[in-house]
């Protein structure tokens, strides 16, 4: 007789209530709840500095613009997803997810340091579920084992462009915030071996 794996459908409050609590963090995919996996030193460096140089560029702007870490939930309606970006910024206020002071909607630039186990993720279905928020304009996919960045943004005419970053001496020119994003300052605290 073959059976069938039975797999644990959760609702939405079910995945909040878990995490209130749980020690490590979890994605919430449509009735699934996933544990996260931690991050290397790399990872967190680089984290660490996109947040600092996009907190620093940004406040020098007339904008209101607000920089998140990977604390802070982005609450997907489109497909029931609830998920940690490494990086988030929001363009004005943050639109919370009804009185959820730990979910908000409305992200315009999504940053993600890739991790081996989260890569295909991170460029596939999660680039997918992003691209449902009406406000989410600029991608930022950043590899650890060497100088690159992936970079994405929305035109006027809701086409996805991608620009491909891979020197040291280059910016990241963001299409929809007043910044550049020097990568020299981004990798600086990243140790590249060769093979």
């Known amino acids: 007789m073959i059976t069938t794996p039975v797999i644990t459908q959760h609702s939405p409050q079910d995945y909040r209530d878990?995490?209130?609590?749980?020690?490590t963090r979890h994605e919430y995919h449509n009735g699934e709840i996933i544990e996260m996996?931690?991050?290397s030193i790399d990872h967190n460096s680089i984290t660490i500095e996109l947040l600092v140089i996009l907190s620093f560029l940004l406040q020098e702007t007339d904008g209101d613009y607000n920089v998140y870490g990977?604390?802070?939930?982005?609450?997907?309606?489109?497909?029931?997803?609830?998920?940690?970006?490494?990086?988030?910024?929001?363009?004005?206020?943050p639109v919370l997810n009804?009185?959820?002071?730990?979910?908000?909607?409305?992200p315009t630039l999504i940053?993600?340091?890739?991790?081996?186990?989260?890569?295909?993720?991170?460029?596939?279905?999660?680039?997918?579920?992003?691209?449902?928020?009406?406000?989410?304009?600029e991608y930022l996919l950043i590899e650890?084992?060497?100088?690159?960045v992936e970079h994405y943004w929305k035109?006027?005419?809701?086409?996805?462009?991608?620009?491909?970053?891979?020197?040291?001496?280059?910016?990241?020119t963001l299409q929809h915030l007043p910044a550049a994003l020097p990568l020299a300052k981004l990798y600086r605290r990243v140790c590249f071996t060769t093979a």
């Open 70 to 93: 990977s604390d802070l939930r982005i609450w997907i309606p489109d497909v029931n997803h609830g998920v940690y970006p490494d990086v988030t910024v929001v363009n004005g206020s």
């Open 18 to 23: 878990h995490e209130a609590i749980a020690e």
């Open 37 to 39: 996996p931690g991050g």
């Open 111 to 137: 940053a993600e340091v890739l991790s081996p186990s989260t890569s295909s993720y991170d460029r596939g279905d999660k680039f997918a579920a992003y691209r449902t928020i009406p406000s989410f304009r």
């Open 98 to 106: 009804g009185d959820r002071t730990d979910e908000i909607l409305n």
């Open 144 to 148: 650890q084992s060497t100088p690159l």
């Open 155 to 172: 035109t006027d005419d809701n086409r996805w462009h991608l620009e491909e970053i891979r020197d040291l001496e280059a910016s990241v």
